[in-house]
């Protein structure tokens, strides 16, 4: 089985910057995507990016040029280094990681508020 923890997050002023991170453990074989999700109050879950394990990123139109994913293969860690927020940037962020073995795997969230 597939555990993801992540870490990071809170409150932070609109234009502030912010870095989240989640590292997967448990049954790995090879986590050929990580990344992550969003979701406000009374929308759906949204994907805000993604990293294959080549390191090739996919953002979402409403976040590019302003938050950067990475991950360290070594660790099994995916971050996003978030900057220049927005308070529609408020939301609850889930990691999620593909694994070829033990497929889906969603990290438990955490909150980031963008609010002066």
């Known amino acids: 089985q597939l555990q993801l923890v992540e870490s990071g997050g809170g409150l932070v002023q609109p234009g502030g910057s912010l870095n989240v991170s989640c590292a997967a453990s448990g049954r790995i074989r090879s986590l050929y995507v990580m990344g992550w999700y969003r979701q406000a109050p009374g929308e759906e879950r949204e994907l805000v990016a993604d990293?294959?394990?080549?390191?090739?990123?996919n953002y979402a139109r409403s976040v590019k040029d302003r938050f950067t994913i990475t991950r360290d293969n070594a660790k099994n860690t995916v971050f996003l280094q978030m900057n220049n927020l927005k308070p529609e940037d408020t939301a609850v962020y889930y990691c999620a990681a593909d694994d070829i073995i033990s497929g889906r795997a969603w990290g438990q969230g955490t909150q980031v508020t963008v609010s002066s």
């Open positions: 990293i294959g394990t080549v390191g090739v990123p």
